[in-house]
T-cell receptor, first 110, second 114 residues
């Protein structure tokens, strides 16, 4: 089983719609979780950290489910500019190292 | 502006040649990292460093070498022993804390074989 798994997509989303996708992780001791956004042929950029109680940043909501070992990202009122690959990131058991999922591709269409 | 600068943006390597990718940060971050990304795949950790003059192997260190002589700089050398070097190379940095801190990335170097 991979340390961090994501559905590669693509998720084709009509503009203005809501899209949500999950990421599962294998290490039950993981403590730090992040969502990054990566545009085509660009570097990943931090979208948001994921906190135990869940958190929201504008149209983006992240949730953590420790019992089932997954995190989720929900995007409301999708914009064309939300088209990107979203990377799920989880810390490794030891050291200040992170494990990146393969990414979920989202395509928002008019 | 504070940030991470990688150079060059594009690099071509001849067979048997070593090439060095530059990474400089002015964020005063203690930790620096090198990742490799292949098309359609996630990032894989090559090397990382949490303090000057010290670094550790990541998951795919074979065929690569690094140095950390200054806090601001963490160059990566792709040696001739790396038989499949074509990839997108990303450098990142972060602060160190009790919990993992998010990493911030440079804009990457694309390496290809001639």
């Amino acid at each position: 089983r991979k340390e961090v798994e994501q559905d590669p997509g693509p998720f084709n989303v009509p503009e203005g719609a809501t899209v949500a996708f999950n990421c599962t992780y294998s290490n039950s001791a993981s403590q730090s979780f992040f969502w990054y956004r990566q545009d085509c042929r660009k570097e990943p950029k931090l979208l948001m950290s994921v906190y135990s109680s869940g958190n929201e940043d504008g149209r983006f909501t992240a949730q953590l489910n420790r019992a089932s070992q997954y995190i989720s990202l929900l995007i409301r009122d999708s914009k064309l500019s939300d088209s990107a690959t979203y990377l799920c990131v989880v810390n490794k058991a030891a050291g200040n190292k992170l494990t990146f999922g393969g990414g979920t591709r989202v395509l928002v269409k008019p | 502006d504070g940030g991470i600068t990688q150079s060059p943006k594009y690099l071509f390597r001849k067979e048997g040649q070593n090439v060095t990718l530059s990474c400089e940060q002015n964020l005063n971050h203690d930790a620096m990292y090198w990742y490799r990304q292949d098309p359609g795949q996630g990032l894989r950790l090559i090397y990382y460093s949490q303090i000057v003059n010290d670094f550790q192997k990541g998951d795919i260190a074979e065929g690569y070498s690094v140095s950390r002589e200054k806090k601001e700089s963490f160059p990566l050398t792709v040696t001739s022993a790396q038989k499949n070097p074509t990839a997108f190379y990303l450098c990142a940095s972060s602060t160190l804390g009790q919990s993992n801190q998010p990493q911030h990335f440079g804009d990457g170097t694309r390496l290809s074989i001639l």
